[in-house]
């Protein structure tokens, strides 16, 4: 069974999407971490700056993105995921807002998309949860399950500061999750957006358990009408 999370930045769906995979013991795929990998990667190996970043050369972009190097790691006991790049475990310098900057602004060119899809794409060659902006639309378009989540901008630019928002003021918060938002919505390649035939849950004023808990109801409802 694959089951597609995606949303708006800050809306929920990393945290959720974990907590599903671990209450079904199966593989969490978080697709931004991946992204964020690149976007780390890129700046720190290949020196690539904010005004470089949007246009990457192929090359760097595939040796970033070698799955002989670059290695996505699962402990579904633990419920977390690892990303190592030649042995070396680089998830810790994955949380930051710089990384998360990078990763959107690369996120932008095609052949990132395109890239990434094809990694992700081999990780989920087994049951798994994949969290993102494009899962159910692109990645796995014939996903059995596909869930979409929203909240106000207000809310979320709130979650984004109390998890990764130091030295951001909740109006720079506020403008730099708008500014997310539409750079996700109208990129050229694999643009954020609501599949047809996904469950859409408006997260703002739920708590995480009550939205695992609507998940989980309409994944029993999807697979007994299946």
């Given at each position: 069974m694959i089951i597609t999370i995606d949303g708006f930045t800050a809306s929920g769906k990393s945290y959720v999407a974990r907590k599903i995979a671990g209450t079904l013991g199966i593989m969490h795929i978080n697709s931004g971490l991946i992204f964020r990998a690149l976007g780390y990667l890129l700046s720190t190996h290949y020196k690539y700056t904010a005004s470089t970043l949007q246009q990457p050369a192929e090359s760097?972009?595939?040796?970033?993105?070698?799955?002989?190097?670059?290695?996505?790691?699962?402990?579904?006991q633990r419920q977390r995921a690892t990303l190592l790049y030649d042995g070396h475990d680089i998830t810790p310098s994955l949380m930051t807002k710089e990384s998360d900057l990078s990763a959107s602004l690369a996120a932008m060119h095609a052949y990132v998309q395109y890239t990434i899809i094809d990694f992700i794409r081999r990780l989920g060659q087994q049951s798994c949860v994949i969290d993102g902006r494009n899962g159910g639309s692109i990645i796995f378009p014939h996903a059995q399950v596909?869930?979409?989540?929203?909240?106000?901008?207000?809310?979320?630019?709130?979650?984004?500061?109390?998890?990764?928002g130091d030295g951001f003021s909740l109006e720079q918060a506020r403008t730099y999750i708008n500014e997310r938002d539409m750079r996700d919505m109208h990129r050229a390649v694999a643009p954020l957006v609501i599949p047809p035939d996904a469950h859409t849950i408006d997260t703002s004023f739920l708590t995480p358990e009550q939205v695992c808990q609507e998940i989980l109801t309409y994944v029993q409802q999807s697979t007994q009408t299946a």
């Open positions: 760097d972009v595939a040796a970033c993105l070698d799955p002989q190097r670059l290695t996505y790691c699962y402990d579904t596909k869930i979409f989540l929203t909240a106000a901008l207000e809310i979320r630019a709130e979650r984004w500061l109390n998890d990764r």
